[in-house]
């Protein structure tokens, strides 16, 4: 157990629906970020939260958003699902800067259908 | 936007061969991060190297960090069947205490017994 618990682990829905993954981070992290695993496509950095904030986005596309709540645990909303949204999707946390590395969690299976 | 390339995508190698993989970033960075995910698994930090030239050894694992900072390697001596899986490499460009990483598209490493 890395620390960093993920759910749903695996989730199959149908093209056009709209899904919400969860993401609790390590305890005493405050940074949440979101990749997107892809086959041959490596990772793919979505957005990062700090302390309840935006701090950075990547490739995510508008129909996908995310939010990080008081607590800390973040959710990524995916909606109008295609095909080519199924992949891995990790949450990962960290303290400030990162000096000992990103903890993922365990990841989220999207299938659509 | 800041890239990083790895190669190779793919390695082969009997056990007790030796293994490297490289990582080039189109800019310099402040640090850069190597993980390993095992096949099923999620990414695991290994290390981070943040000086010039630095080189951090743990085991049989060899990390480089180019003199420009653009650039980085991992060599592992003599791979062992516990090796398998595939090795990230990811860019820190830091522009204060938060920031997010670029990882490379990794090298996944297969050994035969």
């Known amino acids: 157990d890395s620390g960093v618990t993920q759910t749903p682990k695996h989730l199959i829905t149908a093209t056009g629906q709209r899904v919400t993954l969860r993401c609790s981070p390590r305890?005493?992290?405050?940074?949440v970020y979101w990749y997107q695993q892809s086959l041959d496509q490596g990772l793919q950095f979505l957005i990062q939260y700090y302390n309840g904030e935006e701090r950075a986005k990547g490739n995510i596309l508008e129909r996908f958003s995310a939010q990080q709540f008081p607590d800390l645990h973040s959710e990524l909303n995916l909606s109008s699902l295609e095909l080519g949204d199924s992949a891995l999707y990790f949450c990962a946390s960290s303290v400030a800067g990162a000096p000992y590395g990103y903890t993922f969690g365990s990841g989220t299976r999207l299938t659509v259908v | 936007g800041q890239q990083v390339m790895q190669i190779p995508q793919y390695q082969h190698v009997q056990e007790g061969e030796d293994f490297t993989t490289y990582c080039n970033s189109s800019?310099?960075?402040?640090?850069i991060q190597w993980y390993k995910q095992r096949p099923g698994g999620h990414p695991v930090f290994l290390i981070q190297?943040?000086?010039?030239?630095e080189v951090k050894k743990q085991k049989r694992l060899t990390f480089q960090f180019g003199e420009a900072k653009k650039n980085s390697s991992l060599h592992i001596t003599a791979t062992q069947t516990t090796d398998v899986g595939t090795y990230f490499c990811a860019g820190g460009d830091y522009g204060g205490s938060q920031g997010n990483l670029i990882f490379g598209k990794g090298t996944k490493l297969s050994v035969k017994p």
């Open positions: 800019t310099t960075l402040s640090n």
């Open positions: 305890s005493g992290d405050l940074s």
């Open positions: 190297l943040v000086k010039s030239g």
